[in-house]
Every structure is written in structure tokens, then in C-alpha cells.
């Protein structure tokens, strides 16, 4: 451990308690929450080890004081964290709404489980992706990622943190039960200041500070609460002082910003891997667990002679349509397998355009897909 707290080295641990780590390496020193299977672990770790390090661990009433909690303290100047699972994360979604309005850097993990409402509180499920995405009022956009092992819910708890501070938006972590209670080798490194992205700080003297006034990437620099800068926040529609406007024109003129500081800058957040696609007749859409029985199965097809890819998504919002436009144009078909009843194989083929088949293995949780059926899968889409 570093003089600051910081753990390095390997540890054998599981993926919720990765994800602990994760956000104090990224300098998270605030959490609030609510305890909720299966992400409850998450919590746990974090009340321990955040006063270790002169961090703040507050217990909240419920999942909505939770989420104001983390915009406050965002707006304080910390990064902060708070984590749920289905019925929690529905409980969220107003004021996930409302850190989108108020442009608030913070980062929400959601470790699905099977649903709706209680539904499986220990088994795994992907069904909250649509939800991700629609799930507050209004027009917005979210960034979303997704993790496929403990060693990833370290390190993209951190990116995910990284992203929130760039673009000054709440970033979802979508993880799930698999993923988060499986325990295997992560390992801890010591993540250097430069690596480490900090909100934009205004140039402007507290005097001529608008809070909401863009740069050219349409990101506004944030003053903290405190520092001699006024400003006013509200979840209205407002003008670049961050008061009241309760006109169309305004409201045209934020929403659009909002909407396209991530959509224009898509490339930079949009992350995926591939295997195995440059000649691919087909290819498996998969993201979390998911895609590690999808590599299983792919790697089976190739051994029966069939030229099969995997695209695992992660980053699933924005969405990487122009990549899956661009594999429509070479492949015969996709195969999704979700441990949903279908989510996002609706934005496969939406992008697909017709131009190659799309074919869904849903699963409704409480399991996981087999290698032999997504084999299957794969069989049946090339006939």
C-alpha cells in the first residue's frame, strides 16, 4: 500500500470489491449508498477504506438521497460514487436526470441482477441496458461501460471517472452479478497524476464565471462551491448563468449542447474489442459476462471451419453504430445473446439496416448462457 492508502501489487479479490479500489486509485473520496444485492459489497469496501484515507462514507436513507448526495458532493469539488442494483437504480432515475441537466461529473454503478422489481437479488441479469439509456425524462445522452472481470471493474471504474470529469456527466458503470462476485487475479497499479483526468477549472476571474458557458467541445469549466466563483444550479432549463429561461430557444440551445458534447465526441469514448473479424462471415455481439462464453463459443466455430468474429461492446452508450454499419457490409449476420429478452439487438439491427441478419439468444437470468448455445446461435444464422 502507497503513504496515501493506495493498494498496488496483485490481489485475489472479487469484482465489486475491484471496483472499490478502482474508484479510490481514481481519486474517488466520496460514496454514498444503499446497501442492495449483489453490489452491496461495493459499499462495504468503500465504508472501510474511505476514512483510511480521509474520505467520506455516508450511509444514505434510500437510493434516492443517494444520488443527490454524490451531486452535491461533486459540486463541493470531490469525485464522487455511489452504487445499486435493479431497484435501486430505477430509485435513480430522476436525479441521474438531474446530474445531466446540471452537467455533474459522478460515477453510478449498477451491478445487474435478474428483475423486474426483487426478481433474483443474487443472480445475474443484463436487463437494465435500455434502461441505461432512457431511463430519466427528456433528451439526453449517457456514457455507459461495461465490464467483463474483476480486473476490468478496477480499471474501468477508473475510465469511467475519467470520462465523467472530460465531458462533466454522470458515467454509468453497468456491470453485473457475475461479474461482480466472481473473484479472480487483479491486479492494482500505481495510476500516475497525468493518467488521472480533472475537471476543467474556470480561467475567467469569479466575475465574469458563467457556469455553463461552453468551450469549443462544448464542455463548460466548473467552479467549486466555495472558491469566491457565484453561480446557481437548477434542473430548469437555463441560460449560460445558470438561471431560469423558460423559453423554447433556450431550451433548444442547452438540450442540443447537452446531447452533442458526448454525441460529437463519440470517437473519443466509444470502446470495443474485436476477435477474429477481419474475415468474419459472422459476428457475436456480446458485452459483460456474456462475452467471455461468447469468446468460448466463436473460438469453437472456427475449429468447425466457420468464420466467425466477436464484437464485444464496451462502451455500449453512445452506442458504436458506425462500427457495426461497417461489419453489416461484410458479414451474413450477427448473433446477440443477452441475459435479457432483447436489448441491445435492437441497436445491432437498427444498424444492421437489413443488410445482414440479426439473430437474438436471449436468456431472462438467473444464468448465464452456455458456449454450446451461442455455438448454436451461430450454426443457425448462417443458414
Keep these: 500500500m502507497s503513504e496515501e492508502g493506495i493498494r498496488e501489487g496483485q490481489f485475489f479479490i472479487n469484482g465489486d470489491e475491484a471496483c472499490a479500489e478502482g474508484a479510490i486509485s481514481a481519486g474517488c473520496r466520496f460514496f454514498a449508498g444503499y446497501p442492495i444485492t449483489p453490489a452491496t459489497e ?120 475519467n470520462l465523467s470529469e472530460k465531458y462533466r456527466v454522470p458515467v454509468l458503470l453497468m456491470a453485473d452479478e457475475t461479474v461482480g462476485h466472481m473473484s479472480e487475479k487483479v491486479v492494482m497499479r500505481r495510476v500516475a497524476p497525468e493518467e488521472l483526468v480533472q475537471r476543467r477549472r474556470p480561467t475567467a476571474p469569479p466575475g465574469k464565471y458563467w457556469p455553463y458557458q461552453p468551450d469549443s467541445d462544448l464542455v463548460p469549466p466548473m467552479a467549486i462551491a466555495g472558491e469566491g466563483y457565484r453561480f446557481h444550479v437548477t434542473g430548469l432549463t437555463h441560460d449560460e448563468r445558470g438561471y431560469p429561461e423558460m423559453t423554447a430557444a433556450a431550451q433548444e440551445r442547452l438540450v442540443r449542447r447537452l446531447v452533442d458534447k458526448i454525441r460529437l465526441n463519440r470517437k473519443d469514448i466509444i470502446n470495443y474489442e474485436e476477435v477474429g473479424t477481419e474475415d468474419a462471415e459472422v ?93 448454436e446461435g451461430i450454426r443457425e444464422a448462417l443458414r
Design 283 to 375: 459476428v457475436v455481439c456480446a458485452y459483460g459476462i456474456t462475452a467471455r462464453v461468447a469468446r468460448r463459443a466463436v473460438q469453437q466455430a472456427r475449429d468447425e471451419g466457420i468464420r466467425a468474429g466477436l464484437l464485444r461492446l464496451i462502451t455500449v452508450w453512445p452506442f458504436a453504430e458506425d462500427r457495426v454499419r461497417e461489419l453489416s457490409q461484410q458479414v451474413k449476420a450477427f448473433v446477440v445473446p443477452e441475459i435479457n429478452y432483447g436489448q441491445i439487438v435492437l441497436e445491432v439491427e437498427r444498424c444492421a439496416g437489413g443488410r445482414a441478419k440479426t439473430l437474438l439468444l436471449p436468456h431472462m437470468g438467473g444464468g448465464m448462457h452456455q458456449p454450446q448455445t451461442i455455438l
Design 42 to 161: 461495493i459499499a462495504e469496501r468503500m465504508s472501510r477504506r474511505l476514512p483510511e484515507i480521509g474520505g467520506v462514507y455516508v450511509q444514505m436513507e434510500d437510493e434516492i438521497a443517494s444520488m443527490n448526495a454524490i451531486l452535491g458532493a461533486s459540486w463541493a469539488g470531490v469525485k464522487a460514487m455511489t452504487s445499486t442494483s435493479g431497484p435501486g437504480f430505477s430509485l435513480m432515475m430522476e436525479n441521474l436526470g438531474l446530474g445531466v441537466m446540471l452537467e455533474t461529473p459522478c460515477v453510478v454503478v449498477n451491478v445487474q441482477r435478474a428483475g423486474p422489481s426483487t426478481g433474483l437479488p443474487t443472480s445475474v441479469g443484463q436487463g437494465d441496458m435500455m434502461q441505461a439509456k432512457w431511463g430519466s425524462h427528456g433528451v439526453y445522452e449517457i456514457i455507459a461501460i461495461v465490464p467483463s472481470s474483476p480486473q476490468e471493474m478496477f480499471d474501468f471504474t477508473i475510465t469511467a471517472f
